[in-house]
C-alpha cells in the first residue's frame, strides 16, 4: 500500500479547523503536523485551500444484495458512496434471502471482501423467532440487530409482543429500530384506497404513513428501551413530534437511547412531492416544512445524534408505477456530504458539526474502533473537498446502479476531489483504484 503525504489541508476534526499535513502509512495515520514535507510518501496530495474530513460512516444503507441486484449491488453502491466521502457504511438486512441466519450474514462479508471499495459491516435481521440467532452474535464484529417495527422493503416486521420484549430484554448488543405503527398505516391506507382506488397522489404518503404512526411506534420502543436498559437507535426519524423522546442533557457515551435523521428528511417536504412524486417516497415518508426545520434543529442541539442516508435504490421504471405499487426509497450515499455543504454554505451548520454527525459520533455510537476521527493510529479513512467548485447533479455522473437522483439537476456548490479508505486512495478526481478492497469494520464490546 502507498504511503500517502497531504499538505496545506484545512483539516476538520475534533470541533476544529486548522492548517495542517497528514502522513498515511500502512493503512495508518502516521503523523499529523506542520512542515511534513520532509517525510517521504509515495504520493503527495497538494491540498492547499482544501479541507480534510474524517470519511463519512453512513449507519443506514441498503445495497440490494443479494437477491435485489437489478436495483443495486455492494460494488455499485459502495463505489458511489467513495465518491461522495463514504469511506464506512453499515448495511440492512432486508435483502434476498434476509440476512436472519449467522451463515447468511456471514455470505453479506464473505461478498463485501470481495467487491467492496468502502469499508463495511451489517445489520443482523430480527425476525419473530430467531432469538437464538441473535443471542449468538459476536458484538466486536457485528454493528447491530436490525428490527422492522413497521412494514417497509421486504416485510420484515417484528409483530408478536413477546418476541419483541424477548429482543429487547436479552440483546446487548446496539439495536436499531424503524419505527412505524402498521395498523395506523393500514388504517389510513384504506381511507386513502376509498376515495382514490390504487392511483393515490403521492403528496399524501405523509399522511398515510403519518405523524401518529411514527410517534407511536417510537414512543413504544422508547418505553420498552427504558424498561430493559436495551441500547436503542431509532432510525430516520421523520417527524417533529418524535423529538421530545431523545435527550440532549448527557453526553452520547452516556446515552442508550439515541436518534438518526436523514439528509431526506433534512431536504424535502410535503411541499417537494409535486415536482418529486414517487422519487421522495420513502418509509418514513418525508413531512411537513416544519418536521423538517425542526429535525434539522434537533440534529443541531444533539437530541439527534447522527445523520445518514437510508440510500435504498429502486428502478426508475419500480418508481414510475403508481402510489400503491411504487416502492419507498432513494438513492442518497453519493451526495450525502455536498448536500450538507450546502447547508454550510447557505450558514445553516458548520464544518465541525458536520464532521461531529457524519463521522465522529456515528463512531462513538456504535463503539467503532479506531475510526471516525483524524488521530494518530487511527485507520486513514479521510476525505478531502474543495468547497467552491459547483457542479451539477446529471445522468452521467450518478454512479448509484438505479442510475437516477432525487437531485438530478441540483448545482452542488462543493465537490469531493479525494477519498482514502483505510489508507488506500481509491478516489481521486473522478478515477477510482479499485486494487484494494475495503476492510471489515469492528467495534468495541467492554464499554
Not at 420484549?165 to 376509498?194: Q, R
Not at 441500547?231 to 452516556?254: C, M, Q, V, W, Y
Not at 456548490?413 to 486512495?425: A, D
Request: aromatic share 8%; with cysteine; glycine share 8%.
Amino acid at each position: 500500500m502507498k504511503s500517502i503525504l497531504i499538505t496545506d489541508a484545512n483539516i476538520v476534526n475534533e470541533g476544529r479547523i486548522f492548517r495542517g499535513d497528514v502522513l498515511v502509512q500502512n493503512g495508518r495515520i502516521a503523523k499529523i503536523g506542520e512542515n511534513l514535507a520532509k517525510e517521504s510518501a509515495e504520493k503527495h496530495i497538494n491540498a492547499e485551500g482544501k479541507y480534510l474530513f474524517p470519511g463519512l460512516i453512513d449507519d443506514q444503507v441498503h445495497f440490494r444484495e443479494p437477491g435485489l441486484t437489478h436495483k443495486g449491488e455492494i460494488y455499485t453502491e459502495a463505489k458511489a458512496g467513495v465518491a461522495g466521502g463514504v469511506t464506512s457504511y453499515m448495511e440492512m438486512p432486508n435483502t434476498v434471502p434476509q440476512a436472519v441466519t449467522i451463515p447468511l450474514l456471514e455470505e453479506k462479508y464473505a461478498r463485501a471482501k470481495e467487491v467492496s471499495l468502502a469499508n463495511y459491516s451489517f445489520f443482523f435481521g430480527g425476525t419473530n423467532d430467531n432469538l437464538e440467532q441473535i443471542l449468538k452474535l459476536d458484538l466486536r464484529n457485528v454493528c447491530g440487530l436490525k428490527v422492522f417495527q413497521g412494514s417497509s422493503t421486504g416485510n420484515m416486521v417484528v409483530d408478536n409482543i413477546e418476541s419483541l420484549e424477548g429482543i429487547f430484554k436479552h440483546y446487548k448488543g446496539l439495536l436499531a429500530i424503524h419505527s412505524e405503527n402498521d395498523h395506523i398505516i393500514a388504517t389510513n391506507l384504506a381511507e386513502y384506497k376509498a376515495k382514490y382506488g390504487e392511483d393515490i397522489p403521492v403528496k399524501f404518503h405523509h399522511k398515510i404513513r403519518s405523524e401518529e404512526a411514527c410517534y407511536d411506534a417510537s414512543s413504544r420502543a422508547v418505553a420498552m428501551a427504558k424498561k430493559y436498559g436495551t441500547r436503542l437507535h431509532i432510525l430516520h426519524i421523520s417527524t417533529a413530534k418524535e423529538l421530545s423522546l431523545f435527550d440532549n442533557g448527557i453526553p452520547l457515551e452516556e446515552k442508550k437511547i439515541t436518534a438518526e435523521a436523514c439528509i431526506h428528511h433534512l431536504w424535502f417536504c410535503e411541499e417537494d412531492y409535486d415536482t418529486k412524486g414517487n422519487l421522495i417516497k420513502w418509509n418514513p415518508a418525508v413531512k411537513t416544512a416544519q418536521d423538517r426545520d425542526q429535525i434539522f434543529q434537533a440534529m443541531l442541539d444533539d437530541r439527534i445524534d447522527v445523520i445518514a442516508t437510508d440510500h435504498a435504490p429502486h428502478t426508475l421504471e419500480e418508481k414510475s408505477q403508481v402510489y400503491t405499487k411504487a416502492p419507498s426509497g432513494g438513492p442518497l450515499i453519493q451526495h450525502s456530504l455536498v448536500a450538507m455543504l450546502d447547508f454550510y454554505h447557505q450558514g445553516k451548520i458548520s464544518l465541525e458539526r458536520i464532521a461531529d454527525k457524519m463521522s465522529h459520533n456515528v463512531a462513538k455510537l456504535f463503539r467503532m474502533e479506531e475510526r471516525g476521527y483524524i488521530r494518530e493510529g487511527y485507520f486513514a479513512d479521510l476525505v478531502l473537498v474543495d468547497l467552491n467548485d459547483p457542479w451539477t447533479v446529471n445522468k452521467e455522473n450518478i454512479l448509484a446502479k438505479c442510475g437516477w437522483s432525487p437531485f438530478e439537476g441540483h448545482q452542488f456548490q462543493s465537490k469531493v476531489t479525494h477519498t482514502i479508505v483505510s489508507g488506500h486512495l481509491a478516489y481521486e478526481n473522478g478515477q477510482f483504484d479499485e486494487s484494494k478492497k475495503g476492510e471489515r469494520l469492528t467495534f468495541l464490546t467492554n464499554i
